[in-house]
Each structure stands twice: as structure tokens, then as C-alpha cells.
């Protein structure tokens, strides 16, 4: 590539880059365009326009600041709209749908407002059951009015400026007064990202730019005299919007490009603002998204989020950053995935937004990237971490073949979480911060039919160190003939079976009268556990400290840093009925080393 005529060019970090010119950005200016810019410089390195990738996949949409009962709101795909769930407070797709992976389109409206309350979001997906994005309607606040006969200069949000002349608009009736609303992000303020119509990228003979951004507005303006906003611009009018240049930025070009959103919602160049002092200016000639932002060499990098047991992390919303802005920001999908377009050779950073549950990660370093890739972000020891890696069999203990388990705790989870079952076999993680919990899951078969449908209980110790991995066994029918108990002794895994006329393992649970319950859980050699426990409602219990025998030896629990509980889904509170649950137990050996236990049960009460 032969050097740019103009300027000697070196990496540079941030914003620097934006001093660069670019193939849009000009250090000769072309006559042609009125707002200068333009040039004969060759481009830098780039991404090929990808072609379409079509993928099959849920879409659920999690509004921000959307009162969907009081205020409602339309979200639509393709044509489609998106059903609104009022248990999850999200809309969501029924059934799958192809979307494009470089390039999916919802738009959101409101059919009781007028404009100023719609929007729209192009975002990125990946393979997986379902697809999460978060999209922001952020309404428009007025700038001010003017009188069509008079000019007047309107401060605008971030502090830029639009200078309007006499006449600058024509209506039905030239009459009166006009009022302009307003928005602006920049990359500098939180949820720019998050409010941008269109992911930062450009595409121009046939490449795929990053848009490195310095502010967008969104200019609106609005007859006084009739309601409506049926606002002309006139042609020969100089309206002049003045763009503030974020603090901090050092290098300053004299000219940058600006872009609009076109009819396919995707961001198009429209000439280039000229630097003036602190701004730069632009003569604007239509309402709508004025982007100010220079486009440089991008790539595509799959971020995949996994938990110390390499599950992915579903449903988490995160931003990626760059010396304090904001560079891209999505969900990730089902499988704890997530693409994003980023800049070459610069040095990025992850955050984890914890938006319904306190699940945060901040300034985790991701590196620089000069191609496209993958990056994986491990959370590991994390004690709001919840690991379900269970079974699914039918009634005569055989595993499924194929089928689709749903999770969801409508309590703390935002979505009815889905995760293959393959040969019996499923593994899921899900973000989760309390003690005790039911969580409702839903067996589909391969066509998504339902199945069936059952609490699996899980419980957190008061002093949770780690992320907790349980190995719950559901079933295709409600009374299946088998019982279990499943275990972890820190990481080996004891898997006990039992029928319910007692052939296998020994898993009971007795009525000790007035002090409680002894639950047996020991393999035919007598080894696991045995305890007893008190529970006043049935539903969670105490171990009595010195209660505890482990391969059937003695072993006491110290409550003052350890814990220990068990905590139920099922009791059929009869002999010969069913008692299901989990417990954990932390105790310590004859050598005083921790040990920390916990498990799956379903046992025949005796």
C-alpha cells in the first residue's frame, strides 16, 4: 500500500486514529463536495462485505425504560410482531426464525405516540436457540423553537449547536412557529452503544468499515401550528449543525465524514463536516441521525463467556470499550456467545452489565485483535454461578434420545433459558445469587412438543465460595420407578441408584418423630452419607451439627464459617412415597480439610 500523500501515519491509540486519513478523510479536498473532504488517498486494509449467513433462532427482545402495561410498545421482525411476555418482562419469539447473522433488523414502536418514540436496531446473532439484544427507545427532548420568518441559533444536548436561517423550513402553512427535538450520544457517555439504530460499520466498495465515532444526533423538527410533523427542509437553506469534538480527543482532522441512516436502516455517508475550533459542522439537508464518525479497518471476533465448568453464559448484556468508549455492546446468546465488530490494534476491554441480576464483570482485558477471531472470557470461582448438568430419562429409566430442556425461576430469571438434551444429557448455567430456589423445568421433545414439566430445587450455602454444579435426574413422565442421588465431593462426581422396591443404593428418608429426619444416602459398600434434619415447613431443613456420618464415619459441622441445609422440591408426606431435593454440606475430615458436598436426591420415604 502506498503511503498517504498528506501525512506520515503511526498507530495510534483511541481517537488518535481519528486524525488519520482515512479513505473518507481528506487531506486534499475535493471541489466537488460543498462540505470538503473527499481525496485521492488509497484505503487502508479491510473486511470484505460478508454475504448473508442465515441462521435459525429465538429472538427475545428486552426493552429498556418500556412500561409495557402502562405505555405499550410494538416490536417487530421481518414483518412479524414479536409477542410480548409479561412473565419475563421481554418479547419473545414463539417459534425459530432465519436471521442474518451480520445484519438482524427489529424496529420498536409506539402506536399511541407520535414520532419521536420509535427506533429501530441492526445487531449481530450466532448460532444458537435463542438470540438476546436490549434495545433503548430514548425520546427526544426539545431544543427550542424558532419563528419561520427569523433565524435563531438552538443549543443542542452535549453542547453542540444548530444554526437555522430565515426560512429554513417549509410546512402547509408557513405560519407561526417551529420546535426542534433532539437527541446525542457519543461514545464517551454510557449506553452510546446501546442507543445507536445501527452497529458502528459501513459498508463502501464492497468493504466493511468500523465507524469510529465523535457523536450522532438526531434532529426532528416539528410544526407548532399543526400536529403532525410534517416538516420540510428547505433546499436552498444553510442549516448548520454544529457537532461538539468530545474533550480529550487530540488529534483533530479538518474534515471527517457524517452519515444517515438510509431505507435499509444502515448507515450511508452524506459529504463531511468541516472542523471549525471545538466542532464540526455540517450543513444537514433532512430530520434523522447525523453521524459523525470516521470509518477504519474492522474485524469480527466471537466472544464466548464460560464458567470454571466451561458452561456458557446465557443472557448477559456487555460492552466493549476502548479508553473509556464504548466500542460495542450486545447479549449473549443461548450458548454464552456473542460476535462484535471492534477496530484493529486497539487495546479492548469487557464489561458484564448486571441489568436484572447482579451479575457484573468490569474492565476485563481482552487485548487487540488484526483479525478476525475468537476470545474467550473465563469467569471462573464465581459463587453467583449456578451449574445444572443433568439427565433427562423416560419412565423406565432410559435416557432421551433428542429434546430441548427449558429453565426458568420467574423470580430471578429474565427468559424460559433452553439447552439441547443430547443422549440423555444436558448441561446449562444460569446466573443466580439466592439461597434457595425452585426452578421450573420443561422437557420438549426434538419438535419442541412438551413433554413434561417438574420443579428441580437448588440451594446456595450462606458461605458460597465457588460456582455450585448440581447433576439433577428429571424424567419423561410424573411417577418414573427409579430413585437416585447424585454428588459432587469437591470434584469427583458419585452417582447412586436405587428402585423403589430398594434394589441398588440405600436412599430413604425417616421420620425421626418430634426431632426430625434421618436421610440415607449410601451405595450398596455403605458409602455416602447419612444425616439428620429439622424442618418446620417441609420445604428446607437444619442438619443437626454432630449428626453427620460421611462412608460411616462420625463428622461434625462447624456452623460458624461452613454451612450446610437441604432443601425439597417434592414430598408426598406418606410411607412409600417420594421425597425429592437437594443438600449441601461443607465438614471437615480427620485431617481437618474442608471438604465441600452437594447433591441431587430423589428417595422413597420409609
Known amino acids: 500500500m502506498k503511503p498517504y500523500p498528506c501525512a506520515r501515519f503511526e498507530r495510534l491509540s483511541l481517537f488518535a486514529l481519528l486524525s488519520v486519513a482515512l479513505f473518507f478523510v481528506a487531506c486534499k479536498k475535493d471541489p466537488a463536495d460543498p462540505d470538503g473532504g473527499g481525496g485521492n488517498q488509497e484505503p487502508p486494509a479491510y473486511t470484505p462485505i460478508p454475504q448473508a449467513h442465515p441462521l435459525s433462532t429465538r429472538l427475545v427482545v428486552h426493552p429498556v425504560h418500556i412500561s409495557q402495561a402502562a405505555d405499550p410498545y410494538n416490536v417487530m421482525y421481518s414483518g412479524q410482531y414479536i409477542p410480548y411476555v409479561s412473565d419475563y418482562g421481554s418479547f419473545g419469539m414463539p417459534a425459530a426464525a432465519s436471521v442474518d447473522q451480520y445484519r438482524t433488523l427489529i424496529k420498536v414502536s409506539n402506536p399511541t405516540r407520535s414520532a419521536g418514540y420509535d427506533a429501530v436496531k441492526v445487531f449481530t446473532t450466532l448460532e444458537g436457540l435463542k438470540n438476546y439484544v436490549t434495545v433503548k427507545v430514548d425520546p427526544l427532548v426539545s431544543a427550542g423553537s424558532g419563528y419561520y420568518n427569523s433565524a435563531t441559533t438552538l443549543p443542542l444536548p452535549g453542547n453542540g449547536q444548530l ?170 446468546n443461548s450458548a454464552g456467545d456473542a460476535l462484535v465488530f471492534v477496530p484493529v490494534n486497539r487495546q479492548l476491554t469487557f464489561d458484564c452489565i448486571g441489568d436484572r441480576y447482579d451479575m457484573r464483570v468490569k474492565d476485563y482485558p481482552l487485548g487487540s485483535f488484526t483479525a478476525a477471531g475468537e476470545k474467550t472470557i473465563a469467569l471462573t470461582d464465581r459463587p453467583d454461578f449456578l451449574t445444572l448438568n443433568g439427565t433427562v430419562l423416560d419412565c423406565n429409566g432410559a435416557p432421551l434420545a433428542s429434546g430441548y430442556i427449558g429453565l426458568r425461576n420467574p423470580m430471578v430469571f429474565n427468559d424460559e433459558f433452553m439447552f439441547p438434551v443430547v443422549k440423555g444429557k444436558f448441561s446449562s448455567l444460569l446466573s443466580y445469587n439466592s439461597n434457595n430456589a425452585l426452578i421450573t423445568a420443561t422437557i420438549y421433545d426434538a419438535a419442541f412438543n412438551l413433554v413434561n414439566t417438574q420443579f428441580v430445587p437448588v440451594s446456595f450455602p450462606l458461605h458460597a465460595r465457588r460456582e455450585y454444579i448440581y447433576h439433577p435426574q428429571l424424567y419423561t413422565c410424573a411417577n418414573p420407578a427409579q430413585l437416585y442421588c447424585n454428588y459432587r465431593d469437591g470434584s469427583t462426581l458419585r452417582e447412586l441408584k436405587s428402585d423403589l422396591n430398594g434394589a441398588g443404593s440405600t436412599l430413604t428418608v425417616a421420620s425421626l418423630g418430634n426431632i426430625g429426619y434421618r436421610l440415607t444416602l449410601k451405595d450398596e459398600n455403605g458409602k455416602g452419607f447419612s444425616m439428620e434434619y429439622w424442618s418446620a415447613e417441609g420445604i428446607a431443613g437444619y442438619i443437626y451439627p454432630q449428626s453427620l456420618e460421611v462412608d460411616g464415619v462420625s463428622r461434625a459441622i462447624d456452623y460458624t464459617n461452613i454451612s450446610a441445609g437441604v432443601y425439597f422440591s417434592r414430598d408426598d408426606k406418606q410411607v412409600g412415597g417420594i421425597r425429592e431435593g437437594v443438600f449441601f454440606i461443607d465438614y471437615r475430615d480427620a485431617s481437618n480439610v474442608l471438604h465441600s458436598v452437594n447433591g441431587s436426591f430423589r428417595v422413597r420415604i420409609s
Open 163 to 332: 444554526v437555522l436561517p430565515a426560512k429554513a423550513f417549509s410546512t402547509p402553512r408557513n405560519a407561526g412557529t417551529y420546535s426542534i427535538n433532539t437527541s446525542y450520544s457519543s461514545p464517551f457517555l454510557a449506553e452510546y452503544a446501546l442507543k445507536l439504530p445501527c452497529y458502528p460499520m459501513a459498508d463502501v466498495e464492497k468493504k466493511r468499515w468500523y465507524l469510529n465515532a465523535y457523536g450522532l444526533y438526531n434532529i426532528i423538527p416539528k410544526a407548532n401550528n399543526i400536529d403532525d410533523y410534517t416538516v420540510f427542509f428547505n433546499a436552498d437553506a444553510a442549516i448548520i449543525l454544529r457537532a461538539p469534538i468530545p474533550a480529550g480527543v487530540q488529534q483533530r482532522p479538518d474534515s471527517i465524514p457524517v452519515w444517515n441512516l438510509n431505507e435499509l436502516s444502515a448507515w450511508q455517508q452524506n459529504g463531511y463536516a468541516r472542523r471549525n475550533g471545538d466542532f464540526y459542522e455540517k450543513r444537514i439537508t433532512k430530520k434523522g441521525y447525523w453521524y459523525f464518525a470516521v470509518p477504519t479497518d474492522g474485524v469480527y471476533v466471537t466472544l464466548r463467556l464460560r464458567s470454571s465448568a466451561d458452561n456458557g453464559v446465557a443472557n448477559i448484556r456487555y460492552v466493549v470499550k476502548s479508553e473509556g468508549a464504548e466500542i460495542a455492546e450486545g447479549r449473549t
